[in-house]
């Protein structure tokens, strides 16, 4: 049985996913064989080629699997998890299989927090999860700055500016830091997950593509020490862009060259900081102040 | 030292690579890795690619820069065998 695929973000239901023409469904499918496997992001989540034709294939384990057809401009989510809850799959294909999706039709999406801390502008949160990124994106946005999305963020080089595009617009928070942050909010939050997944009142009623103002690179809270930012040189912006982009196939020659040329481009365009901090709630304010006054903003109010 | 090395060594064909500013980055496609290099290693990998001698490139550098040849040829090595030792450059 094939059943269309609902996706919980009602205010983009004619594009839930960022790609406009693309129909999402859920349902059984043969079992996907692949001719080659590709683990690429170290969370779980393979992709591969399916042996029995062009389309491609993404699954994670403890979730669900999906075939991507580029020739029908189609996807079909099978082998769900009897584990995964309905809005876990959905955010699955939201911020695992669109933003490879995309990626393929040569965009460069990064995996990043994104807030907007001043009208038509954004800044970038970028760094692995478990790292920090969205309780620093949703300490930022409880104190002012709107949220535009939590997990995958679409870039465009565009006359001499770099716009940022959020594909989702739901924050996931671990436990504690959805306690600090949104338990008193009144915030539509249910759990996914080990996370609890927040829905953003401000989301939608901000612009779809905003200038990209800059790009913080979150150190390892292991390695975290005292809170400092400091300017990257765009060789090394590029190189973390990249290293945080998502792919269909990273293997791909042509694919990976455009995602090279597209990090250069924006890697020349926007300044890029390492952040450090102490990973402490006490910190935020601290950060937030050294983050409003990096990119030319007043401090905390 | 310089002379130790191998008279075809050049570029990994799994090596793609983009310009930023005055650096590169390059990616190894087989081990989806990145590197980057800084003006001086963008040099003397653009001329690697251009099948320069070896020690064409470290004369040639140290008239450029105005240092001896020793020193040039010191920072040679480090980054010939960083690039060697990642698969980078590659006999052929």
Known sequence: MVQAFDH???????????????SFRRGEAAPARASSWTWNDGCGTETGKAEDGP??????????????????????????DPEAEDELVAQWVGDHVAPRILSHLGHLVIHAGAVAPAPNSAVLFVAPSGHGKSTLTGYLHQTGWPLLGDDAVDLRHEDETVLAR???????????????????????SRPTGRKISVAVGNAASTPADLRLQGLFFLSDPCQAGKRRIA?????EVCIELLRSSFALDPADRMKAGQRMRLASLVANAVPGYALTYPRTFDELPLVRAMIAETIGLEGPR | MIDAYPLDLSPSPEALESRVGDET?????????????????????????????????????????????????????RFLDDLMRNGLLVHG
């Open chain 2, 25 to 77: 980055v390059i990616l190894h496609l087989g081990n989806d890795t990145y590197y980057g290099l800084d003006t001086l290693g963008t040099e003397i990998w653009g001329l690697l690619k251009e099948r320069v001698p070896l020690t064409e490139i470290r004369d040639r550098l140290a008239a450029d820069y105005g240092v001896s040849a020793a020193t040039i040829e010191a920072d040679m090595v």
């Open chain 1, 166 to 188: 959020a594909l989702y617009t739901r924050l996931k928070l671990l436990p504690d830091a959805w306690a600090q942050l949104y338990s008193q909010a009144g915030a539509d």
């Open chain 1, 55 to 80: 389309d491609r294939l993404v699954r994670t384990e403890g979730i669900a699997s999906a075939r991507v057809s580029f020739e029908t401009r189609s996807v079909l989510v099978h082998d769900v």
């Open chain 1, 231 to 235: 300017r990257l040189p765009p060789s």
């Open chain 1, 8 to 22: 919980p973000s009602a205010s983009r239901d004619l594009d839930p996913f960022g790609l406009p023409g693309w």
